[in-house]
Antibody, heavy 118, light 107 residues
């Protein structure tokens, strides 16, 4: 059974930093692209970032480029998202998700809430 | 960036109805179109990938069609558990943009 378990969310002040982690199990983690998708309260889904299977290639939404860094440790089956210079617009539930055919997203974690507020 | 526009934004239908949701891309995305269902407080669930391929475990009443810029998600016979918000997403090029969502309610 595929499981994705996010951690690291919480309350942070504007300008602060936070690192999210996602522990993966139930599949060959090193074979798949992984991504973060977020959802602001009451809003739709926003793709944030993707890292390819080896970690050698990454992509970011313009809204987070230069502030967020996605990475992975295939030896630990863990995905990360380092978030710096946070603003209130970054307040959202952050989902860790597994890439699949045609770059769809077939498995999602339960999400971790990040709240940026003073 | 590729813009994805869904219609309608919301709809209400009865159990047993045939329901269609459309998604239009601002430029051709071939068949790189995915559909997700999201229920309140839950993570999204992949229904359809590559425009028309049914994800494993998804009921066969869900189907997708289209290519290029115009796509459709169809629920052939609406069930009570289909009450949810549905999102399309293009995975043709980054940023992988989502539609704004269609909220489906059961009458």
């Amino acid at each position: 059974e595929v499981r994705l378990l996010e951690s690291g969310g919480g309350l942070v002040q504007p300008g602060g930093s936070l690192r999210l982690s996602c522990a993966a199990s139930g599949f060959t983690f090193s074979s798949y692209a992984m991504r973060w998708v977020r959802q602001a309260p009451g809003k739709g889904l926003e793709w944030v970032s993707t890292v390819f299977s080896t970690g050698s290639s990454t992509n970011y939404a313009d809204s987070v480029k230069g502030r967020f860094t996605i990475s992975r440790d295939n030896s630990k089956n863990t995905l990360y998202l380092q978030m710096n210079s946070l603003t209130e617009e970054d307040t959202a539930v952050y989902y860790c998700a597994k890439g699949s055919y045609y770059d769809s997203t077939d498995y999602w974690g339960q999400g971790t809430l990040v709240t940026v507020s003073s | 960036d590729i813009q994805m526009t869904q219609s309608p934004s919301s709809l209400s239908a009865s159990v047993g109805d045939r329901v269609t949701i459309t998604c239009r891309a601002s430029q051709s995305i071939s068949s790189y179109l995915n559909w997700y269902q999201q229920k309140p407080g839950r993570a999204p669930n992949l229904l359809i990938y590559a425009a028309s391929s049914l994800q494993s475990g998804v009921p066969s009443r869900f189907s997708g069609s289209g290519s290029g810029t115009d796509f459709t998600l169809t629920i052939s016979s609406l069930q009570p558990e289909d009450s949810a918000t549905y999102y399309c997403q293009q995975s043709y090029s980054t940023p992988y943009t989502f539609g704004q969502g269609t909220k489906l309610e059961i009458k």
